[in-house]
């Protein structure tokens, strides 16, 4: 099989990639680098089944292989970086997605779209199954990334019913593991930063705010999954262990052994307040469900970033 990655130097995509390589795959990683980077991928560079081509997606896009399998990765996928790009946000949403479509037209590719369970907003219902539609400001500051891939899946399916493509959505919760960059923004490197360093853990709001957090060896083998069935989804990819946030600071704070205080700090606008997946069609129709349990996929997280701030820390000294 020969598969792109769009997006695959970030954290998911790098995963993927990996994923793919070891089940025999020859892997394309196509990535502009705005939040992604090239060390994500570093210990696949000498692998002959791989390849990168460094190129924006919103642009011309030309791949002269065939391709078996276009995995759409490619887009912020963290607050802080699509509050810093949101016009690049919704470009890779809209744009990008078309031409990641039109490549997977041309070649007759399985297409997969990456999407998100932030296309149910703060929702109304608890815990979150695919019918359900959502509740999203659509001009509220995170509407860049919400609605940038609700377009995304509304694309999707046209292409599905009017041009015939084989494609498949995924709503991705919450996903954490190895290679998330320490300052993006989010709250387990965030937690996992500040407890590793001595910081003050900052939760927003109350911390009684829930998530759902997936290990990212989970979420790849039901991405995975998808990608092998012909299921158009959308189907919901995540764990369903709900943890608060509070909760959440607590765990990682004991993990790490820290000694750091928990402090509370302002909760950003249209903030969910729940998010919690219903994973049953996942079950039923690709035979998947989350198996790393939340401790133990931190402890691994952890390890990581242990490693990745001493590299940081040495990188500084030497006054890289």
């Keep these: 099989m020969k598969a792109l990655v769009t997006g695959g130097a970030g954290f998911l995509g790098s995963h993927l990639c990996e994923h793919l390589l070891d089940q025999g795959a020859e892997v394309i990683c196509m990535d502009n680098f705005l939040t992604g980077g090239p060390r994500n991928v570093e210990h696949l560079i000498d692998r002959p089944a791989f390849r990168i081509i460094e190129c924006d997606l919103t642009g011309f896009v030309h791949v002269p292989d065939r391709l078996d399998l276009v995995l ?44 998100t369970s932030e296309v149910y907003g703060d929702p109304l219902e608890h815990p979150q199954r695919e019918s359900y539609w959502g509740n999203v400001n659509p001009v509220g500051p995170r509407s860049v990334y919400d609605e940038a891939k609700r377009f995304a899946e509304s694309l999707t399916t046209a292409y599905r019913q009017s041009r015939g493509t084989d494609t498949g959505i995924v709503r991705i919760f919450n996903t954490y593991g190895p290679r998330m960059r320490p300052f993006d923004g989010r709250a387990i490197p965030t937690f996992i930063r500040q407890a590793l360093l001595g910081e003050p853990i900052t939760i927003t ?3 009684s705010q829930t998530r759902s957090i997936c290990y990212v060896d989970d979420t790849v083998a039901g991405v995975l999954a998808m990608a092998g069935s012909d299921f158009a989804g959308p189907v919901n990819i995540g764990n369903p262990d709900e943890l608060t946030m509070l909760e959440l600071a607590t765990l990682v704070k004991e993990l790490t052994g820290s000694s750091s ?29 989350a198996v790393v349990p939340a401790a133990e ?6 390890a990581w970033f242990v490693d990745e701030l001493s590299h940081r820390h040495r990188l500084e000294r030497l006054g890289a």
């Design 261 to 289: 205080p928990i402090e509370f700090i302002e909760r950003p606008p249209d903030d969910p307040m729940v998010r919690r997946p219903d994973t049953s069609l996942a079950a039923e129709r690709l035979g998947w469900r």
């Design 205 to 207: 709001g109350d911390g």
């Design 72 to 115: 759409h990765f490619a887009s912020a996928a963290s607050p802080a970086d699509y509050l810093r790009y949101p016009i690049e946000t919704l470009r890779v949403g809209s744009t990008g997605t078309l031409h990641a479509l039109g490549l997977a037209r041309e070649k007759g590719a399985r297409f997969v779209l990456a999407s």
């Design 297 to 302: 996929g931190l402890r691994r997280t952890i």
